[in-house]
């Protein structure tokens, strides 16, 4: 029976629409009309989508609303979706400015850059929190990639074949990001030990393990919400009728999300422990102290596995690894300074440049964060070894200005 024709169910197949709402966690649903076929030997509807949208209808207006093929509209998803959009190609165009900058300044010191270097500094770029959010401005992006997670799943829905492919990719990638953006509100917290928060993020947050985890949803996401759709949950009408539809979706939604959190994140963890192994021959590195993370704190949104070195028991950052985030020094008056590129929220100012601890040797003691300007160079030494702060050093804004040599404006007229 058209639109699909199902050989063996030619004589016990019968016409099959439905309509449909997909709730959200903010004030707008989305809305599907399907029509199809419906096999009565594998009891299962073979359908295609005829009306897809979104529509303000969380409550009364949900209630009422029998289905039909009419247009709906939902301004607050439109305007949440395009504050979304714009706060993305905002983060998009602040990567693209520092990156070039970061790139002259290479040229001006006659530096070259790796293309494993350039992404990671891309990638750290892209961070959705500013350096110094707070984790009330944390939640409200929280809630913008929720939100997306929920158009992901309805998408998925929705779409087939090479689409739900892409749509399987943009779920793991928001379910990283929100991983990532949770674990930046319990670092801001200080509830971790630095040993403990060091373990955790080369594990789960390392440049080396990006995407594995998302890749290998994209793969295997179809097969299980398949398995899904034939589970007792589909009998679960009476449960759903006892606590409402709404709160029972939110539950299925996020025993999905759950299951892909925790492949994602079972992925990591197994290919960091083989890649530590196989480039370092220790697992050491995955909880060895590292003063430059300790100084670095809640800045770093990735961590670099490749770019450690384990030498007689003391775990040290290479000079390209340092390069690759960004980390440059200062000198002034026989000392040095650990600079790095501070990210604003939309904008990139010349003198974004600012000192966040004092090398000593190989050694990087954390101080309170300040603005710098002068002549600055590249790292040519490993930096490293166990720090004297034992937790997460919280970086507090000290307006005094770091003192630098002569000619101090020369690096800052790059555009």
């Known amino acids: ?16 629409d439905v309509y449909f709402y997909h709730a959200s966690i903010g004030f707008y649903s989305f809305y599907e009309g399907e ?11 073979y359908i295609q989508v005829d009306v897809l949208g979104s529509y303000d209808i969380n409550g009364s ?9 009419k247009s709906r509209v939902s301004y607050w998803y439109g305007i949440v979706g395009a504050i979304w959009l714009v706060y993305r190609a905002l983060m998009i165009r602040r990567s693209y400015v520092m990156s070039t900058r970061y790139g002259r300044r290479c040229d001006e010191l006659g530096e070259t850059i790796s293309q494993e270097q350039a992404v990671v500094f891309v990638q750290e770029s892209l961070r959705l929190s500013a350096h110094g959010a707070s984790n009330y401005q944390r939640a409200v992006l929280l809630y913008l990639i929720v ?14 074949g090479w689409a739900t492919r892409v749509q399987y ?9 929100l991983m990532l953006l949770l674990f930046e509100m319990v670092e801001s917290m200080n509830w971790l030990s630095e040993k403990w928060r060091m373990r955790i993020k080369r594990v789960f ?17 179809q097969a299980f919400l398949s398995g899904l759709n034939k589970s007792d949950l589909k009998r ?13 979706s939110l539950i299925c939604h996020g025993m999905v999300v759950m299951v892909v959190i925790g492949i994602i994140s079972s992925v990591r963890v197994l ?7 196989l480039k370092h021959r220790s697992f050491a590195i995955l909880s060895d102290p590292c003063c430059v993370d300790t100084a670095l704190g809640v800045r770093s949104r990735i961590m670099l596995l490749s770019g450690y070195s384990l030498e007689g028991g003391v775990l040290y950052y290479r000079p390209s690894a340092l390069k690759a985030f960004g980390m440059l020094k200062m000198e002034e008056e026989g000392s040095e300074y650990l600079i790095m590129h501070k990210l604003h929220w939309f904008t990139v100012p010349r003198d974004n440049l600012i000192g966040i601890g004092v090398i000593t040797g190989a050694r990087v003691e954390p101080c309170n964060e300040r603005p710098c300007t002068g002549i600055v160079s590249f790292l040519d030494r490993r930096l490293g070894g166990p720090s004297n702060q034992t937790k997460n050093y919280q970086a507090t804004v000290n307006q005094r200005t770091i003192k630098v040599l002569a000619a101090s404006n020369e690096m800052n007229d790059i555009p």
């Open 35 to 45: 029509t199809g076929t419906y096999c009565a030997n594998d009891k299962l509807s």
């Open 236 to 248: 679960s009408k009476p449960t759903a009728l006892a606590v409402s539809y709404y709160l029972w």
């Open 205 to 221: 947050f390392s440049y080396e393990v990006a995407l594995v985890g998302e890749l290998v949803t994209a793969l295997g996401l």
């Open 147 to 160: 939100e997306g997670i929920m158009t992901d799943l309805f998408l998925i829905i929705a779409n087939d």
């Open 271 to 277: 290919w960091a422990l083989v890649y530590a192994w």
């Open 169 to 177: 990719a943009s779920l793991g990638y928001n379910l990283s990001g």
């Open 1 to 16: 029976m058209a639109p699909f024709a199902t050989l063996f169910c030619e004589n016990d197949s019968f016409p099959f």
């Open 61 to 69: 207006f949900l209630a009422e609303d029998t289905g039909s093929t």
